[in-house]
């Protein structure tokens, strides 16, 4: 289904999130800054409020958007915390995958492109059947998590058979939030604090500038189906902290990696997994998702920004 811009706005469902946020950027960066109506479900000025967890079919969504011209509905929102998913399946499977699937629903019903984001947790990631895995590989998700999303996955095609479906990994990148991994590595770094991170799961990070340039190159050229959107670089999690500390001029020596196994997370993780985008590559040559060496670049001055505010707090209450 081809994004025809003109029809009206972007729904971005799910605008407060990291991967909603730079959805939101990378259309005001553009000259259709002017389409881009954030929702969320929290209430704010200005946007639709909408709660996936109380999405049972698409009457509960025509009422909040009927007056509204859309272009296309890009549902970033999502319950990713995954341990909480793990103890709540119930929350995760209506949030992660029937609310997505009434709004895709709801967006067949307005003949306008849906996309969906899922996850390589779809993946085991086991030495067996190890990843970066490609859009065709068998799927074997090991937790509630991912479970769901891949319940999303099939549940979104089933109401919307021309979704678009990105499945990414490890999102980072400069976020309003500043909750990703580069922000809790860097802030540890900055604090003079140990990082403990497990150095047996590695996965394929991805940029969120560049998922979002993705996302709409895909929109534009008009394709459906999954795609793998991740950058190049495949790291395990003391690498990938080992790799934004050298960026930044901090020293790697308070990196400590330790097995998933000691954590005693409630969720199993897939160990060996990460997203193979040779496919998006193919397909949208223009949006490349870049190694973290260039993506950490691009996002720099952001980033230093932040170590500064952390820097001056340390000394206010030192
Ligand atoms: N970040 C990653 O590394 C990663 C990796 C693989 C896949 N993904 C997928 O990418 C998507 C975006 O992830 P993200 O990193 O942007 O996540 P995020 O930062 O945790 O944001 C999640 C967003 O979903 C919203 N949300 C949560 N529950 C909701 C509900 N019941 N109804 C409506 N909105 C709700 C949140 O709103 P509030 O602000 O109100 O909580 C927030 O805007 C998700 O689908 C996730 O599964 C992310």
Redesign the pocket.
Known sequence: MVWNKLNGKVLV??????????MCRFLRGTNRGELVLP????PQDGWVT?????LVDSADVREALASEELSAIV???????VDGCEGDPARSL???AT??AVLAGYAWERRVPLV??????VFNGFDATPGPYAEQDPTDPLCV?GRD?LVGEQQVLGYHPEALIL??????GA?E?G???VYQVLKRLTLGQSVRVPEDQSST??Y?EDLARATFALLEAGERGIFHACGPDVVNRKQFAERIAREFGFSTAGIEGVRTVTLSQPAPRPLVAGLDSAKLARTCPDAPMRSIHDALNDCRPALEASIAVWRQEAMVTA
Do not use: I
């Open positions: 469902v799910g605008a407060s999130g990291q991967v909603g946020a730079a929702a969320a479900r929290t909408l709660d996936l967890a109380t549902c970033t929102a999502g319950w990713t915390h209506q949030v992660n609310g997505p969906y984001y899922s996850t390589d947790y998590y999303k499945r990414t990994s490890g999102v980072y976020d939030q909750k990703n991994f990070p991805a969120n």
